[in-house]
């Protein structure tokens, strides 16, 4: 049976908890939130976890209360039980989804990696010693298990909400485990990000600015979290102001990837037919449409030019998550949100941002009921 | 002087060496430039000059991994002979590199002319440690069936010391070893196989002295050895415990990419760079040239490959060099050693708990 | 307190600086202590302090204590 089963913060007994009448922004669970982003943000944590606490900021929560506020159409309930497989590499987010989960009311287990990182493990100990003053985890709980055991199985049968994170290959092997036809799901599988950028000479007094907000996006997380931007399509821009750009872009990235990550990108995309036109702290390669999408590169960004919206939609794979843009009016973004798969639009730096609604979806919509009455 | 069957293994001092390898991997770099599609591709985007490099760090060189991404060959698929894949766990994504005929004939020649000149001439009796069965699959060649495959023409009366799940094959390695106690033999195997499986065994169930006259080539990284904190020398010490005071011990760096011109350990514990090959050292952040003694990603220049553009590959190993043509042991040419991997840079994307 | 005494309480503590150097010319990025990190910090900070909610632009704008100030009275904070 289901054993080697770790718990790394809330309560063991999930399977036994029973149906409780907490409703989406209960008070306590706003509190206990509130409580955990000052926490973190007063505590000696990291960027990663100072994020986390930050976007938990009670300003935020009451924010979306607000915009989720009851009328007199309909009622906010929670989903009742909520699964998260969440993936390892990126720590942070098991922590946002559980806590949108958390927000609306619901019963959660979120399964992490077995290893834990730093993070996690100071996450989770910051959790444990906030549940035993206020008992704020008592219908939640962060395990681990062997992929082999079969509590993904057990999980799946208990939920009724499951929520996938991870890589295409993990999300496929997951769907073989049947989910009861009463629960629903949600994934979020691999997913490739770019940047559209449309610069004009009265662009150049901000050029410091947005560079080393795009600087930001590609160097987090060494360029491999899905909101990175991995490929920049130039929109009718000039391409001595797009030298311009990169070169106040590699002013901040100093040591940010290593040489050899570099080297083996760049060979790679000028083999497949790139033509590398920068080499610095970071690589740029210029191609006519995007290359290499299916390697995780490290240090390089690849380029091409456009003169309509259109151009750049036909050339967007289906995955496409983020776009992170300047330059481009509403009217752009209309064009580009039909003609590609994207799923969100961001500013320069703020690619990685988590919000609630993400990769289209709104989590605090999915993690509850809209009841009209 | 371009017969590479007229000069020397290591008989070569630096100038006359550097005009005949700069020769041969221009030639190369214009070859694999005309046949690689890729290779020509990933030259002209990075700006590079055609095969006309006018030294040895200027001959265009190509990321070790991207043997790995790419299926980078130059010769026709039918021409291919054998496709060599590096050892590495199954979890690992392999290399693949590409042997026509010729290839694969050159390969084999200069090998057995490179170690037959610390071995002699003559055939000597073989003793490998390994097990039989490496070799039996053509189209998926790994380099340790490679490895022992190359060196199998420098013995004869092969015998396979271990069974296949590692243990010795006792009543083999005894009937080897009476047969041949007074005559020079050859020992080959994995440096982390010949210590684990064969040297440890061989002490812990008493049997000494008993093959004083061999030599043993031996390769494959010390990664495994340094985690039980043994070191060439220690390695060293026990071979000759085991199996005589005389025993000639020759450690050798060499790569899937380019087999046949691998790098072997001299009696002044050096790796030597043969007349047909060459290694440079360059800086792990900027890439240039590291001059004697300063640590750097090894570089290997070989004038083998014709089939796939491997004559000029920079590794992810870090060595230092520690001359030219002044080696005590009397060999010309560049010596080295290798101090190891490049770390692996932790990769923190979206990937998963599986 | 007034409100000047509170804002430059929040940026001292957020900042871990000496309420000295909070002035109007101080700018994000110009001090090691106030940097992305910590600027998530002083937001944070100045909206419980009072009572708003800013939105990603002001919080990106917010590149010196003189704007600081300015965007506290878009939120119909006096200075």
Excluded at chain 1, 34 to 56: E, H, N, P, T
Excluded at chain 1, 257 to 275: H, T
Excluded at chain 2, 57 to 80: C, E, G, H, Q
Excluded at chain 2, 343 to 350: A, F, Q
Aim: charged residues 20%; aromatic residues 10%; contains cysteine.
């Amino acid at each position: 049976m289901s054993s080697n089963i770790r718990i790394w913060a809330g309560n063991a007994d999930f399977l036994h908890w029973t149906r409780t009448t907490v409703a989406a922004f209960a008070s306590e669970r706003i509190a206990f939130l509130a409580i955990l982003s000052q926490k973190l943000l007063a505590g000696d944590y990291s960027a990663a976890l100072k994020a986390l606490g930050f976007w938990l900021r009670e300003a935020q929560l009451r924010q979306w209360q607000q915009e989720y506020a009851n009328d007199d159409r309909t009622i906010l309930a929670p989903v009742g039980r909520v699964f998260i497989v969440s993936p390892s590499n990126v720590e942070g987010l098991f922590a946002y989804s559980w806590a949108l989960s958390y927000l609306m009311g619901n019963q959660t287990v979120v399964r992490v990696s077995e290893q834990l990182t730093d993070d996690q493990q100071a996450l989770f100990a910051l959790l444990e010693s906030l549940d035993k003053q206020t008992a704020g985890l008592s219908e939640q709980a962060f395990i681990s298990y062997d992929k082999r055991s079969d509590w993904t199985q057990t999980l799946s049968q208990w939920c009724q909400l499951r929520m996938l994170w991870g890589s295409d290959q993990s999300i496929e092997s997951i769907r073989q485990i049947v989910l009861p036809a009463q629960a629903q799901e949600w994934v979020f599988p691999d997913r490739y990000s770019v940047s559209v950028l449309h610069l004009t000479d009265a662009d150049i007094p901000r050029l410091s600015k947005l560079s080393e907000g795009f600087a930001r996006d590609v160097s987090t997380y060494q360029q491999q979290a899905c909101a990175s931007p991995k490929w920049v399509f130039w929109y009718q821009t000039d391409k001595a102001l797009q030298q311009r750009f990169w070169q106040a872009v590699n002013v901040h990235l100093d040591n940010a990837f290593p040489k050899n990550e570099r080297l083996v990108a760049s060979q790679y995309l000028c083999a497949l037919g790139g033509k590398q036109v920068f080499y610095d702290n970071i690589c740029i390669v210029e191609a006519p449409r995007i290359l290499g999408i299916e390697q995780s590169l490290i240090g390089i960004v690849g380029q091409s030019q456009i003169n309509a919206m259109k151009a750049i939609a036909d050339e967007l794979p289906d995955n496409l998550q983020s776009m992170s843009v300047y330059g481009l009016n509403k009217e752009n973004k209309i064009e580009l949100a039909c003609l590609s798969s994207v799923r969100q639009f961001s500013q320069l730096g703020q690619a990685l941002n988590f919000d609630k609604v993400w990769d289209g979806i709104d989590l605090a919509s999915v993690f509850s009921k809209k009841i009209s009455h | 002087m371009s017969d590479w069957k007229s000069i020397e293994v290591f008989g070569l001092a630096k100038a006359e060496k550097q005009a005949w390898l700069l020769g041969q991997l221009n030639r190369l770099t214009r070859h694999h430039q005309a046949h690689c599609q890729p290779y020509a591709n990933l030259l002209a985007g990075q700006g590079q000059q055609e095969g006309a490099a006018e030294s040895l760090n200027a001959v265009p060189y190509v990321a070790a991994r991207l043997f790995k991404m790419l299926r980078l060959s130059s010769t026709l698929p039918d021409n291919v002979f054998k496709t060599l894949t590096s050892s590495g766990t199954t979890s690992q994504v392999k290399s693949q590199i590409f042997l026509d005929r010729d290839t694969a004939a050159l390969q084999s020649k200069v090998l057995v002319s490179l170690l037959s000149s610390f071995t002699g001439k003559a055939r000597r009796p073989m003793l490998i440690v390994d097990h039989d069965g490496l070799t039996g699959d053509k189209a998926g060649f790994s380099a340790r069936g490679a490895g022992v495959q190359g060196l199998s023409f420098l013995g004869r009366d092969h015998t396979y010391a271990l069974n296949s799940d590692m243990t010795p094959n006792w009543p083999v390695i005894d009937d080897f070893m009476a047969k041949y106690a007074n005559e020079p033999v050859l020992i080959f195997g994995f440096t982390f196989m010949v210590w684990q499986h064969f040297i440890q065994p061989l002490i812990a169930s008493g049997r000494s002295n008993q093959l004083p006259q061999a030599l043993l080539f031996h390769s494959g990284g010390w990664k495994k050895l340094q985690d039980q904190a043994v070191s060439n020398d220690t390695f060293k010490t026990t071979v000759r415990q085991a199996l005589g005071e005389q025993v000639a011990i020759h450690n050798f760096y060499g790569m899937v990419e380019q087999i046949g011109s691998v790098f072997v350990e001299c009696e002044q514990g050096h790796l030597h760079a043969p007349t047909y090959a060459d290694v440079l050292i360059r800086d792990q952040e900027t890439l240039a040239e590291q001059c004697e003694g300063e640590i750097g990603l090894i570089q290997v220049l070989s004038f083998i490959p014709t089939s796939y553009p491997g004559h000029s590959i920079l590794t992810e190993d870090l060595g230092r060099l520690l001359g030219e043509d002044n080696c005590l042991c009397g060999r010309k040419g560049r010596y080295f050693e290798v101090l190891g991997r490049l770390p692996k840079t932790e990769v923190r994307g979206c990937s998963d708990v599986f | 307190m007034t409100n000047n005494e509170r804002l430059v309480t929040a940026f001292a503590s957020s900042l871990n600086i000496d309420a000295s150097q909070v002035v109007d010319e101080l700018e994000y990025n110009t001090i090691p202590q106030w940097d992305s990190v910590a600027h998530m910090v002083l937001v944070a900070a100045l909206e419980k302090e009072f009572d708003v909610m800013l939105d990603m632009d002001d919080i990106i704008e917010m590149s010196s204590v003189k704007i600081a100030k300015e965007i506290l009275a878009k939120h119909d904070v006096a200075f």
